[in-house]
C-alpha cells in the first residue's frame, strides 16, 4: 500500500512540475515523447497553495482507510505548518502515519513544492 502510494505521489508530483515549467515559459505546445532535462531555475515553486493534483495548506489532511494484508490499515496524510530548504528550494513538509490494527507502522515526513 505504502509503494503505490510513493508512486502515486511522485508521479503526480512530476507532472505537476512539468506541468508548471511549461506553463511559465508560455509553450502551448504538446509535450514532447521523452524528456531527459529539465528548466528548474525558470520555475517558480512554492510551498503553499494548491493545484489540480496537490493541496499544500497547512492543517489539509487526507485519511485512507482499507485492508492490509488481512488486517484493517489507515493511512493519515497531513501538511504540516513547517516547511525545510532543500537545496534552494523551500518545502512543504507533509506527515504520512500508518497504522495497522490500530498501532503505529510508520512516520514518514515528505517535502513537496509545487
Known sequence: MKLLYHSLIFG??????????????????TLPIWTDSFDIESCQLSNIG??????????YQLVYEGIDAGDPATLVITVLNETEKIGDIETRVIEERELVNGQLLEVSRNFFAI
Do not use: V
Open 12 to 29: 503526480i508530483f512530476f507532472i505537476t512540475l512539468m506541468q508548471r515549467c511549461i506553463s511559465q515559459r508560455g509553450h502551448q505546445s
Open 50 to 59: 494548491q493545484t489540480g493534483y496537490f493541496i499544500l495548506n497547512p492543517s
